[in-house]
């Protein structure tokens, strides 16, 4: 059997396939192998930008392998340094991730995809949070998702397990842009080198500071930021690259970030 995670490598952009027929389920073996991929990628200070994505045109992943269930996976195992699906749990994830939905997104495949940063969606994507009709908690997707769209629409498909196409779901706001198939790779290829581009000890900056404030109120958010308590930030204040930042603007050419 291939291995269910294809990797590749341009320039500083790290491209992730989950490829897993016929559905790309995850099990446990296939959550730890993320979770490596992502903490490899988080620690390598070559890349700068991830994309996740999944094999095929049907489905991009509908969460946990029921079938590996069957024979034995337990529900509450060793998902590995990530948590389920390798990013979810993972500390210091400060880099940006792109999910390339190609199909069937749903139950804990929607929650991986709602751990990302920028969601695309093939036109014909849909996607649900069927946990309710199998008796069980969506659990990651009950605290994220009323945060990243309104509160009774989050309940209503947290509530029902309704399905929503790639339209609707743009409309609510965890998709940013919906595109034709065959395009949608190319276009989270090229939002990924334009990102890649820009300085990276910002977005790293960037992702501690939203995810720090993101249960704080804003006054003691903001005090983490300007007293350097953040890594990142501290890190961020100290270095070349702001400096750089400076005399790129002052000598009216273009910035050459190093990272450092």
């Given at each position: 059997m291939s291995e269910p995670i294809k990797t590749k490598i341009d320039g500083h952009v790290l491209e992730v396939t989950?490829?897993?027929?016929?559905?790309?389920a995850v099990d446990l073996k296939t959550s730890k192998i993320m979770g490596d991929v992502f903490a490899n990628f988080r620690d390598d200070p070559n890349l700068r930008v991830a994309i996740l994505t999944a094999s095929g045109e049907k489905f991009f992943c509908p969460g946990w392998d029921l079938k590996a269930a069957a024979d034995g996976d337990a529900v509450d195992g060793d998902y590995g340094v990530g948590g389920f699906g390798g990013m979810q749990e993972l500390p210091h994830l400060n880099?940006?991730?792109?999910?390339?939905?190609?199909?069937?997104c749903c139950g804990g495949g929607l929650e991986i995809a709602l751990s990302t940063?920028?969601?695309?969606?093939?036109?014909?994507?849909?996607?649900?949070?069927?946990?309710?009709?199998?008796g069980t908690v969506a659990d990651a997707a009950s605290i994220k998702l009323p945060k990243r769209i309104p509160y009774h629409i989050a309940m209503e498909l947290l509530l029902t397990g309704r399905w929503l196409d790639a339209e609707e779901a743009h409309k609510w706001g965890f998709v940013n842009e919906i595109l034709p198939a065959d395009q949608l790779l190319t276009r989270a290829r090229e939002l990924a080198q334009m990102i890649a581009s820009g300085p990276p000890l910002v977005m790293a900056a960037i992702k501690e500071v939203v995810r720090d404030a993101e249960d704080s109120k804003f006054q003691d958010a903001m005090n983490r930021v300007t007293k350097r308590q953040l890594i990142t930030v501290d890190t961020l204040y100290g270095s070349?690259?702001?400096?750089?930042?400076?005399?790129?603007?002052?000598?009216?050419?273009?910035?050459?970030?190093?990272?450092?």
């Open positions: 989950l490829d897993r027929p016929k559905a790309n880099k940006p991730i792109i999910c390339a939905v190609n199909g069937i940063d920028i969601i695309l969606a093939a036109e014909h994507a849909t996607f649900a949070l069927p946990e309710i009709r199998s070349d690259d702001m400096m750089e930042g400076f005399r790129a603007f002052s000598e009216k050419r273009d910035p050459q970030w190093k990272g450092k």
